[in-house]
């Protein structure tokens, strides 16, 4: 009787859970889905408890956490607790800490010898305008609590950077620059399950210049670069994750003809376009995985 918990974000996407939900009841013989934000942590005569209701998620074989840097406190907590927990998880707290940002993800990354996009960080207005000069425009800057899009910004002159640093400076956001790359308003989401690997194309809307499905692009499965799916997985190894996703874009500006330009470890299903094609591969991992540790 194999059995699995997934936790979603406070503010999770319905649709996207709909279907995984439904490949988790397929899959295993028992599924349970919670918010973050309905769990409470018990420690009680040296037992640890993650709880929902009296339903103890540590008696499950598997645990999927899929929830964002908006639940980062509770969320670092009950990944700190699965760590040291013999349920399965595809994700590491290392993984969840790292990916929630954007940074230090491709710092990780780059240390690793993961070709990716040159990045720097800035806590500053000042310290940022320095970093563009070294750039040039137009350059894209990143919120580092930005997702699925948000956040991030192509700045194409010095008076839209002073205007955008200014905003970012009155939120006290830290902000995240990385080269941009010209004429592509593609690029190539390599899901990650453990070894196997599915590469999408995303292309954006006309007119965008990103790649975004959330803001009006479209995805389609494609016969993955070889070479680009291999640093796809060692990149979710060295990240800490069985499962996740790692985007692409090809360029010259690496000697490999492709760079990393993020990581994300709680990936959407491009339902619109794959419909369940990326759950039905994430619970069948998941439960190879818990069939494997019995």
């Not at 500006?253 to 759950?279: D, M, S």
Request: aromatic content about 10%; hydrophobic content about 40%.
């Amino acid at each position: 009787m194999a059995s699995i918990a997934i936790i979603a974000a406070t503010h999770y996407n319905k649709g996207n859970n709909k279907l995984l939900i439904k490949e988790a009841k397929r899959v295993f013989d028992k599924a349970l889905f919670v918010p973050i934000n309905k769990l409470r942590i018990v420690e009680e005569n040296g037992t640890t408890k993650i709880l929902y209701k009296e339903t103890n998620l540590l008696e499950f074989d598997a645990c999927y956490p899929r929830f964002g840097s908006s639940d980062f406190f509770m969320g670092e907590a009950i990944l700190r607790i699965l760590d040291n927990a013999s349920i399965y998880t595809p994700v590491s707290l290392k993984g969840y800490q790292l990916a929630n940002h954007k940074y230090f993800t491709i710092k990780k990354l780059a240390e690793n010898k993961v070709p990716c996009l040159l990045t720097s960080l800035s806590a500053s207005p000042q310290a940022m305008e320095n970093i563009v000069k070294e750039f040039g425009f137009p350059v894209v800057l990143k919120l580092i609590s930005g997702f699925a899009g948000k956040g991030v910004m192509l700045v194409r002159d010095k008076k839209q950077l002073l205007s955008i640093l200014d905003t970012v400076h009155l939120f006290e956001d830290y902000i995240s620059a990385q080269r941009f790359v010209p004429g592509k308003n593609s690029d190539i989401r390599c899901y990650v399950f453990g070894d196997e690997v599915l590469s999408v194309k995303r292309t954006g809307k006309p007119g965008d210049w990103r790649a975004n499905i959330s803001r009006g692009g479209k995805a389609e499965i494609i016969e993955g670069n070889k070479k680009m799916e291999k640093y796809a997985v060692k990149a979710a190894r060295v990240l800490g994750f069985d499962i996740c996703a790692v985007d692409f874009i090809e360029t010259n500006l690496t000697k490999q003809g492709f760079a990393v330009i993020e990581a994300n470890f709680q990936p959407g299903p491009f339902r619109k376009f794959l419909g369940n094609t990326v759950p039905k591969k994430m619970m069948e991992f998941i439960k190879k995985k818990v069939e494997g540790e019995k």
